[in-house]
């Protein structure tokens, strides 16, 4: 008699809630170490799809209508990488169905948003240039922890806000809350 057993190392990349970890290419799984320490993700929908590899049945992330593959995994990682090392760690990650990528800090009090589909390359080249260059490299030398975003989202302009700073360019301040709606 021959017994063979197919084993498959996974290595988890983020969490995926407080008990299962997504693997680099999507595979959400509940792994047998401590990942407390991963940044978490969610999407605003997902669902799961059963995938066969080597003969192995795992459970693949599926978020509006496509795989959570290794390309995009990666892009998200890449940038979240660098914001971590450069502007704040990043706790959470969250996608959203539009393909707003938002990185929160661990009080989500900050966050750096971009585009899924954005060349990680050039995010992130368009961030630290905005970084190096007044007026944002004064406000975050002198009032990090008041960060309230930066948006990336736009092609090579990043938009930004901190805690101390009033509405627009205007001389008066609170002519609209944070919280307002028109």
Known sequence: ?????????LVPVLRVGDAE??????????????????????FSSSSRA??????LTFEQLVSNGENVDDIF???????STKVSTLIFPVD?????????????NASATSKVMFLKDMDPKKTWTTLVSAI???????????NKDG????????SNKVFYRFNDMAFQNTKTVGILNDHAST
């Open 1 to 9: 008699h021959t017994l063979r057993i197919n084993t498959t190392s």
């Open 50 to 55: 059963t995938i066969t590899r080597n003969n």
């Open 147 to 154: 960060l309230l975003y930066l948006d990336a989202r736009y």
């Open 73 to 79: 995994l990666q892009t998200i990682l890449s940038l």
């Open 132 to 142: 190096d260059t007044p007026p944002l490299k004064t406000k975050l030398d002198t």
């Open 21 to 42: 970890a997504l693997t680099d290419d999507g595979i959400v799984f509940v792994p047998m170490k401590d990942v407390s320490g991963y940044p978490s993700i969610s």
């Open 92 to 104: 959470h990650i969250m996608v959203e169905d539009t393909g707003d990528v938002t990185l929160f």
